[in-house]
């Protein structure tokens, strides 16, 4: 399978993770300097626990944003979305009704977004993306740093499956 187009999009934000870094940080803090205020070695350890097991989940959090990539893949096949580790989308060219480019600079969020006015939006970069509505009427929004190689793309086969 020769692609036609491939981008691969990686979430690097520097301020969240050291933001997540730190809440990890928190708990252990915490259980230091809060064993000497503590009534009981009871409320101590039950107090701890529960921060542990928050750390871990922030911690985990932090993992997943750490190896979070999109990746859109091309081909004549049809559209292949991997967003690592969470979701894999495969959509095939006569399944789409109508295929057009707008601008998702507003959608909030990085990552996947559920129900935005365009439907599933996959996004880290770019400002603008592939508005995919399908004949289920399920939609999709594909954002992309390269909209002009990728527009070309789309057209070749636009004409070859007769989608809007």
């Not at 989308?89 to 009704?97: A, L, Q, T, Y």
């Not at 006015?117 to 970069?125: D, L, Q």
Request: a positive charge; hydrophobic letters at 50%; aromatic letters at 16%.
């Amino acid at each position: 399978m020769k692609a036609l187009f491939k981008e691969k999009q990686k979430f690097k934000k520097l301020f969240l993770t050291v933001l997540l870094f730190a809440l990890c940080i928190l708990p252990i803090i915490y259980l230091i300097a809060g064993y000497e205020s503590r009534t009981s070695i009871d409320d101590y350890i039950l107090g701890g626990i529960g921060f542990i097991l928050l750390s871990i989940l922030i911690f985990a959090i932090m993992i997943a944003f750490a190896l979070s990539k999109l990746t859109i893949f091309i081909n004549q096949y049809g559209i292949f979305i991997n967003f690592f580790p969470f979701v894999k989308k495969h959509i095939v060219w006569f399944s789409v009704k109508e295929a057009r480019f707008v601008d998702c600079g507003n959608i909030k969020g990085i990552g996947m977004s559920l129900n935005t006015k365009f439907g599933t939006a996959f996004k880290i970069k770019g400002d603008t993306g592939l508005y995919l509505k399908l004949k289920n009427n399920k939609e999709y929004l594909i954002a992309t740093k390269r909209p002009e190689k990728l527009e070309k793309v789309v057209e070749t086969y636009r004409n070859v499956h007769n989608f809007k």
